[in-house]
């Protein structure tokens, strides 16, 4: 087994190390705070098969940035794996049900690599261990990804860490006197001086990562430039502790031009909705949210919060309870729907 500290290692130099020697297994990874995160990397005769991230990118969230799949889609994967522990992993369950095909989540896999491998390789701190055995069956593409073109794209990555993801661009100039690639016509043709970096990167079909580098080489080319005067995105504060769901708002929310700000649990929801004084609140009916609501409603600055409930909860409370700014959306629900909710309450950003 190879074990050690990534302040001893960085995780590109363990990646290659690991995947030199040949060997079928898991490269695990964990650090602890400011925010305990674990990972995993499947390795099979020295090429990559798959990738997870606690609280990171998500393949089901990949497929829908993808279009491959819909959000409702991805939450019936994510309630067949949470319900039988037989099921097989989210990418394969799909192929079963006819959704998607092997050309389709290879894509999908390849995207959600470059993704986890890039937030991995600036890690600065924490452990790794990589333990031999034969990957799970269905993970993933049998004949995996090449590390090296994998790290090389990381390394494309990592350069989109110059750009504040938060920042509203607007075009400037004469992009034709430049020279980009098809890759970064796609990405200027998102620009509209209204959305975030972040937001522009959710509508892309290329991984967040690659997105906001393709931003940053453009803002540096000065093809783009600051909207200083674009109107602040509204503040939507998620509350879900399932982290994959967490993912799919978070991505429907950055796609409607809004700032999402996730949290687990309602404790942390207390402490963030008295920081970030939200325009809205989406809650996870899972998180048995029904007494903070009554609180949050006794309160002034909470008052008059639109909120919607993801999940059925309890009818009687329902029933209870006719506030106009309280709605629910129920399981498996549509992107679109979340969407109509939100052009209901919230202008869309910069409109």
């Given at each position: 087994?190879?074990?050690?500290s990534?302040?001893?290692?960085?995780f590109?130099?363990?990646?290659?190390?690991?995947?030199?020697?040949?060997?079928?297994?898991?490269l695990?990874?964990?650090?602890?705070?400011?925010?305990?995160?674990?990972?995993?990397?499947?390795?099979?005769?020295?090429?990559?098969?798959?990738?997870?991230?606690?609280?990171?990118?998500?393949?089901?969230?990949?497929?829908?940035?993808?279009?491959?799949?819909?959000?409702?889609?991805?939450?019936?994967?994510?309630?067949?794996?949470?319900?039988?522990?037989?099921?097989?992993?989210?990418?394969?369950?799909?192929?079963?049900?006819?959704?998607?095909?092997?050309?389709?989540?290879?894509?999908?896999?390849e995207?959600?690599?470059?993704?986890?491998?890039?937030?991995?390789?600036g890690?600065?701190?924490?452990?790794?261990?990589?333990?031999?055995?034969?990957?799970p069956?269905?993970?993933?593409?049998?004949?995996?990804?090449?590390?090296?073109?994998m790290?090389?794209?990381?390394?494309?990555?990592?350069?989109?860490?110059?750009?504040?993801?938060?920042?509203?661009?607007?075009?400037?100039?004469?992009?034709?006197?430049?020279?980009?690639?098809?890759?970064?016509?796609?990405?200027?043709?998102?620009?509209?001086?209204?959305?975030?970096?972040?937001?522009?990167?959710?509508?892309?079909?290329?991984?967040?990562?690659?997105?906001?580098?393709?931003?940053?080489?453009?803002?540096?080319?000065?093809?783009?430039?600051?909207?200083?005067?674009?109107?602040?995105p509204?503040?939507?504060l998620?509350?879900?502790?399932?982290?994959?769901?967490?993912?799919?708002?978070?991505?429907?929310?950055?796609?409607?031009?809004?700032?999402?700000?996730?949290?687990?649990?309602?404790?942390?929801?207390?402490?963030?909705?008295?920081?970030?004084?939200?325009?809205?609140?989406?809650?996870?009916?899972?998180?048995?949210?029904?007494?903070?609501?009554?609180?949050?409603r006794?309160r002034?600055?909470?008052?008059?919060?639109?909120?919607?409930?993801?999940?059925?909860?309890?009818?009687?409370?329902?029933?209870?309870?006719?506030?106009?700014?309280?709605?629910?959306?129920?399981?498996?629900?549509?992107?679109?729907?979340?969407?109509?909710?939100?052009?209901q309450?919230?202008?869309?950003?910069?409109?």
């Amino acid at each position: 087994m190879i074990e050690g500290s990534l302040r001893d290692a960085a995780f590109t130099d363990v990646l290659q190390v690991v995947v030199a020697g040949r060997k079928d297994g898991v490269l695990h990874l964990e650090r602890g705070e400011p925010s305990e995160r674990r990972a995993r990397v499947w390795i099979k005769g020295g090429r990559l098969l798959a990738a997870s991230l606690e609280g990171g990118v998500h393949l089901g969230e990949m497929l829908v940035r993808l279009d491959l799949l819909g959000v409702d889609e991805v939450q019936i994967l994510l309630a067949d794996q949470a319900s039988d522990p037989e099921v097989p992993s989210l990418g394969a369950a799909a192929i079963a049900r006819g959704w998607i095909d092997a050309d389709q989540l290879a894509v999908a896999v390849e995207g959600h690599l470059t993704e986890v491998l890039g937030e991995l390789s600036g890690w600065r701190d924490g452990r790794f261990g990589f333990v031999e055995g034969t990957p799970p069956a269905g993970i993933a593409d049998e004949e995996g990804f090449d590390p090296l073109r994998m790290l090389m794209q990381v390394g494309d990555r990592r350069s989109g860490d110059a750009i504040d993801p938060e920042v509203v661009l607007k075009r400037l100039g004469d992009p034709t006197a430049q020279l980009l690639s098809p890759e970064a016509w796609d990405v200027l043709g998102l620009v509209d001086g209204r959305r975030s970096a972040r937001a522009l990167a959710a509508e892309s079909d290329l991984p967040e990562g690659r997105t906001l580098a393709l931003l940053a080489e453009l803002l540096g080319a000065g093809v783009l430039g600051p909207a200083t005067d674009a109107a602040t995105p509204a503040t939507v504060l998620v509350a879900c502790a399932d982290a994959a769901e967490a993912r799919l708002l978070r991505l429907a929310l950055l796609r409607h031009g809004t700032r999402p700000r996730l949290v687990a649990d309602l404790e942390a929801a207390e402490v963030a909705f008295d920081e970030l004084r939200p325009s809205a609140v989406v809650l996870d009916a899972e998180l048995d949210p029904w007494s903070w609501l009554r609180t949050l409603r006794r309160r002034a600055e909470g008052s008059h919060v639109p909120t919607l409930v993801i999940g059925a909860g309890p009818a009687r409370w329902w029933a209870r309870r006719r506030e106009a700014n309280t709605e629910r959306l129920a399981r498996p629900y549509r992107e679109v729907d979340l969407q109509t909710w939100l052009r209901q309450k919230l202008p869309r950003a910069g409109a």
